[in-house]
Nanobody, 113 residues
Framework: HVQLVESGGGLVQIGGSLTLACKTS????????MGWFRQAPGKEREGVAS??????????AYADSVKGQFTISRDNAKNTLYLQLDNLKTEDTGVYIC?????RGQGTQVTAP
């Protein structure tokens, strides 16, 4: 039973943009912190961006490596978490995974060759 379903990854040119989405149930969306992390080949997993369990705008946290480049947002009516990736670089290549901290999705591949 998949509880977090990511979409939106793909192959994009350097400098391009993508919007990732993570859809889940209303229960998951309103009960847990939600965020994104990424796993790149040969690198440690990196937390990218997150909200607290209340989805407060002032709770948003970003990794230093993506500040000013990525934007996390949410649509409470759709129980969907988003990650806007702008000005993509080669080092942004990896699998982007949506997580509550204890539950994670399958991930979506982002490739900026």
């Amino acid at each position: 039973h998949v509880q977090l379903v990511e979409s939106g990854g793909g192959l994009v040119q350097i400098g391009g943009s993508l919007t990732l989405a993570c859809k889940t149930s209303a229960r998951m969306f309103t009960s847990y912190c939600m965020g994104w992390f990424r796993q790149a080949p040969g690198k440690e997993r990196e937390g990218v961006a997150s909200f607290d369990r209340y989805g407060a705008a002032n709770s948003i946290a970003y990794a230093d490596s993506v500040k000013g480049q990525f934007t996390i947002s949410r649509d409470n009516a759709k129980n969907t978490l988003y990650l806007q990736l702008d000005n993509l670089k080669t080092e942004d290549t990896g699998v982007y995974i949506c997580s509550t901290g204890t539950t994670r999705g399958q991930g979506t591949q982002v490739t900026a060759p």
